[in-house]
């Protein structure tokens, strides 16, 4: 049974909930009165929060490092997936379509992101370490589960549905709780926390292929499942929330859901988020299938993907917190865009996809991040795991219908060799992303050179 968390006397204090949020605030009192709403009321809880630790301290960034290792094992794993659907499509289930074989990737990002809501409702009852520890103990045994399937259904059950809604806990928790503690550097310790992310999906990527290329693909789920209960659950006790558990008075809150700033930017996400898991999963078979490498140099993109992510989050991080999260976010999306449209789409060449790899890597890896700093910039911190949530649950929404669409356009348009519909569709929909993100900006501040 989950046991509801500690009184507030165990956690931290803040001076003011006003420096708390008033730090790199990108909201200028001359924006559109559309967007000056007030913070979420449960911030002003922080002020009465009274502990050992302080936020900026060295226990802030240890809990940073934590998150960090969460997304390793958790978006590492899922970015990884292009290598399991590769081994899937050409070598375990040859006669099955790369539509029906997506469902395992899909699903499994759609899960990973759909149950935010359910996150947020939940770490503001219990104890968020309980909860974590618990949810990596499960996505451990969902990977293991998995090396004893042997239909597409099966893995479909395991690897994409269990896996995905039991990492959603300490990935999200992961990702959030982090920002609680720290303010002064928040664009950059969300960097760090998602470069985990990149540094998991490097390792994690070469060793799936090395396991499957050695003991076999059952094997490798073991071993991966042993990993992530390992960390997981050995990491759960730092991921500790600062603040206090209070029921909420109503379960299911959408009332941020009418507000116009939100709308917007849940929009430009829904738009940019779903054609981001698109290259993980497709340049992996485009080089085996059109390029006719072979499956060490798809298993490589990747890789390439995921080390292009670490210095790009660090980047992104940075000139968040320099320019503001809202300016660097519509810049970052239309490079995104450029990745697809302008390096992949023209040429068909190993290096042009090396290229439209590390240009992607860089800024398609920092795009949740960045949107998650907007968020925290907007509303604060004190509700940031539910928000966000909602924000997640129009991600997992998109991502389950573009990789799906894309899938299908590539069985059905492009007779399993053609990517061009694919990439053009992806492509076009971060276009609009970045339309309806500059339509964020200037209405929070019509100033060109503010950092919004």
Not at 142 to 156: E, K, P, R
Not at 416 to 428: E, H, K, N, Q
Request: charged share 10%; aromatic share 10%.
């Amino acid at each position: 049974m989950l046991v509801p968390q500690k009184e507030a006397g165990k956690f931290p204090s803040t001076n003011s909930l006003g420096s708390l949020e008033s730090t790199g605030s990108c909201i200028r009192e001359h924006a559109d009165p559309v967007f000056s709403s007030k913070r979420d009321s449960r911030d002003s809880e922080f002020a009465a929060i009274e502990g050992k630790y302080q936020t900026d301290s060295w226990h802030s960034w240890l809990i940073v490092l934590a998150g960090c290792i969460q997304a390793m094992i958790t978006l590492g794993a899922s970015r990884s997936h292009g290598v399991y659907q590769e081994y899937y499509i050409n070598s375990e289930f040859p006669t099955t379509s790369t539509a029906t074989i997506s469902w395992i990737g899909s699903l499994q990002n759609t899960m990973l992101n759909l149950c935010g809501v359910a996150v947020g409702i939940l770490s503001q009852v219990y104890d968020t370490r309980i909860l974590c520890a618990v949810a990596s103990l499960s996505m451990g045994l969902a990977f293991i589960l998995a090396s004893f399937s042997t239909q597409v259904w099966q893995l479909v059950l395991t690897q994409g549905v269990m896996y995905g809604a039991a990492a959603s806990f300490p990935y999200i928790l992961g990702v959030t709780v982090p920002m609680q503690w720290v303010k002064k550097r928040r664009g950059l310790a969300l960097a760090i926390v998602y470069m985990g992310s990149g540094l998991g999906g490097m390792w994690i990527s070469v060793l799936t292929r090395a396991c499957i290329d050695s003991v076999g693909r059952q094997w490798s789920n073991r071993i991966l499942g042993c990993i992530m209960v390992a960390l997981g659950v050995g990491l759960s006790p730092l991921i500790m929330s600062r603040c206090p558990a209070k029921r909420p008075e109503r379960i299911l809150d959408f009332s941020v859901a009418r507000e116009s700033k939100f709308l917007l930017l849940a929009g430009a996400s829904f738009l940019a988020m779903g054609p981001n898991t698109v290259p993980y999963l497709l340049m992996p078979t485009y080089v085996t299938d059109v390029l006719k490498e072979d499956s060490k140099m798809g298993s490589s993109m990747v890789t390439i993907i995921n080390v292009s992510g670490i210095f790009g989050r660090l980047i992104a991080g940075v000139l968040s917190d320099c320019f503001g999260p809202v300016n660097m976010l519509a810049i970052w999306v239309f490079l995104v865009a450029f990745s697809q449209l302008g390096l992949w789409l023209p040429f068909n060449s190993v290096r042009a996809l090396i290229a439209s790899a590390v240009l992607f890597g860089v800024t398609g890896s920092s795009v949740i991040g960045m949107i998650l700093n907007a968020l925290s910039h907007l509303y604060g911190v004190a509700r940031i795991t539910y928000i966000s949530g909602l924000v997640y649950m129009t991600y997992s929404i998109a991502s389950l219908v573009v990789v799906q669409t894309t899938s299908l356009m590539l069985d059905t348009v492009g007779h399993g060799t053609d990517y061009t519909w694919p990439v053009v569709y992806t492509g076009s929909l971060l276009v609009v992303s970045v339309a309806v993100l500059l339509v964020l900006r200037f209405r929070l501040s019509t100033r060109l050179l503010d950092a919004i």
